[in-house]
């Protein structure tokens, strides 16, 4: 992928600062100029093939590491996303999780513990399928959810939600100055291409798994999660962890304008391979001439 083309399509989506943020101002049907879908297939491939490439870099240094935090609605294109641009990393050096429902043992401890012991070692990219962004979104349209994390009343006030951007904020403050890269996407898909997405499930059988009637009861609170969607992004874009407000009605878009941003934020940290020093380089001369001098002896045959 050119770089400049990543660094455009990246930056066309990137919110460092909230303040003043408004998801209305994002369209999900956006397409940056000249875009099509030929083009973006020929982007991706070339974007998958320098992902490759840099991730290679990336597990050689062993300082850094990428965290990948992936939200939407249902349908808007997590999986495809994930599975389309990622599909040519080495898998040594890639971890994904998918967060549902937190089970008894996670309620049993902080709402962010179970992301937390799961983030990505150093030279590793880490993608979170979900997160927990959850904590601002499902528990905030549905206070059910919160009822049930068993924290003390006295505790759950109506700050919680500002008090819990400020800690996400300083968690990834701590794990950026740790040597961890974030990047946070929102795919953005329309209520009427979510429409057409769900009809398209129950219409297909192979797919028909994927769709659950509880799906179509989410829809009802469509405008509480745009809403719980631009109070987050309000509260939680900076400088150090962006969220990228990704157009997802289109899907082969949604991938390639992924695709550029973790292309944009690898390169920008000019990975290299470790150096090797004078004492490996006579180590490596050594076992070079023993591997040589072997081929010129004779082999022993077995009686």
Known sequence: MAADTARLLARRYRVKKGSGFRLSD???????????KERAQELLALGKERLREVQERLYADDNWSLLLIFQAMDAAGKDG????????????????YSFKAPTEEELDHDYMWRTTKSLPERGRIGIFNRSYYEEVLVARVHPEVLGRQRIPEELVTRTIWSERFEDMVAFERFLTRNGVVILKFFLNVSREEQRRRFIARIDTPEKQWKFSAADVAERAHWDDYMSAYEDMIRHTATA???WYVVPADNKWYTRVVVASAIVEALESLDLKFPRVTTAKKKELE???????????????RRA
């Open 240 to 242: 150090h962890a962006p």
């Open 81 to 96: 996303a994930i599975e389309h641009v990622m599909s040519g990393v080495n898998p040594q050096g890639c971890q994904v």
């Open 286 to 300: 050594e076992a070079k001439r023993e591997l040589e001098q072997e081929s010129t002896k004779p082999r022993s």
């Open 26 to 36: 994002y369209d999900p049907s956006d397409l940056a100029p000249g875009a099509s």
